[in-house]
């Protein structure tokens, strides 16, 4: 028992690292931040909005197969498959994939298929997606939607998403319901600017897009995220809820670990119901050691490293195309499936393509945004130690929550419910991981629909 408790203590530290606080009552007014370099100027900032496509020359594409065939590999150990890292002998078929059959080329293009812009926001271009319905039925309105992704994922995370919602007639879904999406790219990420400043967190980023939607001239929209657009995604709501008509995360957080979720977890398996614990919570949870404790310890190591000095690795990543690769697809092995860990070829080819695969990497490459990405982890736990404000309001805002199994972390409903007040679609999904969006888009968009339909329905109690 008293290695039990000690376990429970390390796992509320590792939480409360990892969590977002929030106690207050009332939404607070909402400053203006400043991330470009030097001096915020006196003169008002440009809100022009101008087109954008991505773009490479010919010099970027030689010096990336340059690099890759001039890379050092280590031998893996016999066995390891991934369980030490990414494993080097299947990192060799990635890399001459990249290097003798991928075509970037033809990845632009798609990623160029979508509209795309770009608008000066507190200081720093903001890249963003906005894909409106091809058409509408008559009297038929689109629900504007913002979707944010995470690290290590871009806006290419919903490329295959944003056809089902803004056209979901086509795809066999309701047809009722039809969104305009606007996804932006985190600053810092992908082909929005990095911010030039310390300080630029999951609030400051929430604070962005509002002014990004007000810009567009949403006034009432809906959000969703996973990762850390679940955590902006819920800041917005808590920042913004007369503009946010609902939230809807698949991966959420937990405000607090008190004296009742650390005894839920020493006899949450004796007493379920005294906890308020479903039989998904007790398959999620328990064995505690393993299916808990062990995930957080032995794949939080990330986490540590850039939470503390993001540069210093950052700098090796940013340099190595190979190097950066690896440390990509490792999250997207385990994150996907934890199980993946005991192949050869880390599963990474049983949800998604190569040409997939790399094509987030090449946005990380090419926009030279691995640091600046890394430095988000920083920038949100020194949060933690200081007073914020916007951090600690509680969301009232109508909230869907969209469970996948091999999400990296569990809580079960009980402790979300502290922070997320006004719960009213609480889904355990049949399939599919912590990049929903990619994994497993029809899943995702029906769970959207739903919650949104509900919203719209006035069906908001608990």
Same mark, same amino acid.
């Given at each position: 028992?008293?290695?039990?408790?000690?376990?429970?203590?390390?796992?509320?530290? !590792?939480?409360?690292?990892?969590?977002?606080?929030?106690?207050?009552?009332? *939404?607070? %007014?909402?400053?203006?931040?400043?991330?470009?370099?030097?001096?915020?100027?006196?003169? &008002? %900032?440009?809100?022009?909005?101008?087109?954008?496509?991505?773009?490479?020359? %010919?010099?970027?594409?030689?010096?990336?197969?340059?690099?890759?065939?001039?890379?050092?590999?280590?031998?893996?150990?016999?066995?390891?498959?991934?369980?030490y890292g990414f494993n080097v002998t299947y990192l060799k078929k990635i890399v001459s994939y990249w290097r003798n059959q991928f075509d970037w080329k033809k990845q632009v293009e798609?990623?160029?298929?979508?509209?795309?812009?770009?608008?000066?926001?507190?200081?720093?271009?903001? =890249?963003?997606? =906005?894909?409106?319905?091809?058409?509408?039925?008559?009297?038929? +309105? /689109?629900? *504007?939607?913002?979707?944010?992704?995470?690290? *290590?994922?871009?806006?290419?995370?919903?490329?295959?998403?944003?056809?089902?919602?803004?056209?979901?007639?086509?795809?066999?879904?309701?047809?009722?319901?039809?969104?305009?999406?606007?996804?932006? +790219?985190?600053?810092?990420?992908?082909?929005?600017?990095?911010?030039?400043?310390?300080?630029?967190?999951?609030?400051?980023?929430?604070?962005?897009?509002?002014?990004?939607?007000?810009?567009?001239?949403?006034?009432?929209?809906?959000?969703?995220?996973?990762?850390?657009? +679940?955590?902006?995604?819920?800041?917005?709501?808590?920042?913004?809820?007369?503009?946010?008509?609902?939230?809807?995360?698949? @991966?959420?957080?937990?405000?607090?670990?008190?004296?009742?979720?650390?005894?839920?977890?020493?006899?949450?398996?004796?007493?379920?119901?005294?906890?308020?614990?479903?039989? &998904?919570? !007790?398959?999620?949870?328990?064995?505690?050691?393993?299916?808990?404790?062990?995930?957080?310890?032995?794949?939080?190591?990330?986490?540590?490293?850039?939470?503390?000095?993001?540069?210093?690795?950052?700098?090796?990543?940013?340099?190595?195309?190979?190097?950066?690769?690896?440390?990509?697809?490792?999250?997207?092995?385990?994150?996907?499936?934890?199980?993946?860990?005991?192949?050869?070829?880390?599963?990474?080819?049983?949800?998604?393509?190569?040409?997939?695969?790399?094509?987030?990497? @090449?946005?990380?490459?090419?926009?030279?945004? @691995?640091?600046?990405?890394?430095?988000?982890?920083?920038?949100?736990?020194?949060?933690?130690?200081?007073?914020?404000?916007?951090?600690?309001l509680p969301v009232k805002v109508p909230t869907g929550i969209a469970l996948f199994p091999h999400e990296v972390t569990y809580f079960p409903r009980s402790w979300v419910e502290k922070?997320?007040?006004?719960?009213? +679609?609480?889904?355990?999904?049949?399939?599919?991981? =912590?990049?929903?969006?990619? &994994?497993?888009?029809?899943?995702? /968009?029906?769970?959207?629909?739903?919650?949104?339909?509900?919203? %719209?329905?006035?069906?908001?109690s608990k």
């Amino acid at each position: 028992m008293l290695l039990e408790i000690l376990l429970a203590v390390v796992l509320g530290a !590792i939480i409360y690292l990892m969590l977002i606080k929030k106690n207050e009552e009332t *939404p607070a %007014e909402m400053g203006d931040g400043w991330w470009s370099k030097g001096l915020k100027p006196d003169s &008002e %900032e440009d809100a022009t909005i101008r087109p954008f496509k991505v773009e490479t020359s %010919e010099a970027d594409i030689n010096y990336l197969h340059r690099r890759l065939e001039e890379v050092r590999y280590t031998e893996p150990l016999e066995d390891s498959c991934f369980h030490y890292g990414f494993n080097v002998t299947y990192l060799k078929k990635i890399v001459s994939y990249w290097r003798n059959q991928f075509d970037w080329k033809k990845q632009v293009e798609v990623l160029n298929k979508f509209p795309q812009f770009k608008t000066k926001i507190e200081g720093i271009d903001v =890249h963003f997606l =906005h894909v409106k319905p091809s058409q509408l039925g008559e009297g038929q +309105s /689109a629900k *504007p939607l913002l979707l944010v992704h995470g690290w *290590p994922g871009s806006v290419y995370e919903f490329y295959k998403i944003i056809p089902l919602l803004t056209d979901p007639a086509r795809h066999g879904l309701n047809s009722n319901l039809v969104f305009e999406v606007i996804c932006p +790219s985190i600053p810092g990420y992908g082909f929005s600017e990095a911010p030039h400043k310390k300080g630029f967190n999951s609030v400051c980023a929430a604070h962005v897009f509002s002014k990004l939607m007000l810009r567009l001239g949403f006034h009432e929209y809906y959000i969703q995220g996973g990762d850390w657009g +679940s955590a902006i995604c819920t800041n917005l709501a808590q920042i913004a809820p007369s503009h946010v008509k609902g939230l809807h995360i698949n @991966m959420p957080f937990v405000n607090s670990m008190g004296i009742k979720e650390f005894l839920s977890i020493l006899l949450g398996p004796y007493f379920p119901r005294l906890f308020g614990f479903q039989p &998904e919570d !007790i398959r999620g949870m328990f064995p505690f050691k393993t299916k808990i404790l062990k995930t957080l310890l032995m794949e939080s190591g990330y986490f540590h490293l850039q939470s503390t000095k993001p540069d210093t690795a950052g700098c090796a990543l940013n340099d190595s195309p190979v190097g950066l690769a690896a440390y990509i697809l490792e999250k997207f092995s385990t994150w996907t499936d934890i199980s993946f860990q005991h192949l050869e070829d880390g599963g990474l080819e049983k949800k998604f393509t190569l040409d997939d695969l790399l094509t987030n990497v @090449m946005i990380y490459w090419v926009s030279g945004c @691995m640091v600046s990405s890394m430095r988000f982890y920083k920038e949100n736990v020194g949060m933690l130690f200081t007073k914020n404000k916007y951090a600690e309001l509680p969301v009232k805002v109508p909230t869907g929550i969209a469970l996948f199994p091999h999400e990296v972390t569990y809580f079960p409903r009980s402790w979300v419910e502290k922070m997320h007040v006004n719960i009213i +679609s609480f889904n355990h999904m049949p399939r599919g991981g =912590h990049f929903a969006a990619f &994994e497993e888009p029809e899943l995702l /968009a029906a769970d959207i629909q739903q919650f949104v339909e509900k919203v %719209e329905k006035g069906n908001t109690s608990k």
